[in-house]
């Protein structure tokens, strides 16, 4: 059994950890979208590895963990990621900051997803303060990427 097989599968289940690890709720209001940063990463690295299925899958394991109807964020993130697949190669060209920015776009569509769903499912409000997670994927989007890139390097991912 090589580990580097498992690596997109280990990657993400450390992402759904960091997504529900319990955390003061002054600090909660900013949790970066710890899956959907992992998940943009390997898709715009391996496309032919990490793909919509994979996300649709990563969301229903997340509806499990966070409680919430399932398919909500399987497929906030299937759409999400979809947007980022189908442009990929255009993506790939771009610095890392510049990457930045569109996974702050992608999160932004991600957020709005959710709160259209849950609205239509349940009675919530808008809150501005629901798109802080927004800033601080950009924030970690470089330092993902750089860790992820040197993971895939270093095993030998392809």
């Given at each position: 059994m090589k580990v580097r097989h498992y690596t997109i599968a280990i990657t993400l289940l450390i992402a759904m950890v960091f997504q529900i690890i319990p955390v003061p709720?002054?600090?909660?209001?900013?949790?970066?979208?710890?899956?959907?940063?992992?998940?943009?990463?390997?898709?715009?690295?391996?496309?032919?590895?990490?793909?919509?299925?994979?996300?649709?899958?990563?969301?229903?394991a997340l509806?499990?963990?966070?409680?919430?109807?399932?398919?909500?964020?399987?497929?906030?993130?299937s759409i999400s990621i979809y947007v980022l697949a189908a442009n990929y190669q255009r993506l790939r060209n771009y610095s890392v900051w510049q990457q930045a920015v569109i996974i702050g776009v992608i999160s932004a569509l991600y957020h709005s997803l959710l709160?259209?769903?849950?609205?239509?499912?349940?009675?919530v409000t808008f809150r501005f303060e629901e798109l802080w997670p927004v800033l601080t994927s950009m924030a970690l989007w470089p330092w993902i990427f750089w860790l992820l890139r040197k993971v895939r390097r270093q095993l030998r991912i392809t």
């Amino acid at each position: 059994m090589k580990v580097r097989h498992y690596t997109i599968a280990i990657t993400l289940l450390i992402a759904m950890v960091f997504q529900i690890i319990p955390v003061p709720v002054q600090l909660d209001l900013y949790r970066p979208d710890w899956v959907l940063i992992v998940l943009s990463y390997w898709v715009m690295a391996l496309p032919h590895r990490a793909n919509v299925g994979v996300a649709f899958t990563s969301g229903l394991a997340l509806d499990i963990l966070l409680g919430t109807a399932m398919g909500v964020h399987s497929f906030a993130l299937s759409i999400s990621i979809y947007v980022l697949a189908a442009n990929y190669q255009r993506l790939r060209n771009y610095s890392v900051w510049q990457q930045a920015v569109i996974i702050g776009v992608i999160s932004a569509l991600y957020h709005s997803l959710l709160f259209w769903i849950l609205r239509l499912l349940t009675d919530v409000t808008f809150r501005f303060e629901e798109l802080w997670p927004v800033l601080t994927s950009m924030a970690l989007w470089p330092w993902i990427f750089w860790l992820l890139r040197k993971v895939r390097r270093q095993l030998r991912i392809t």
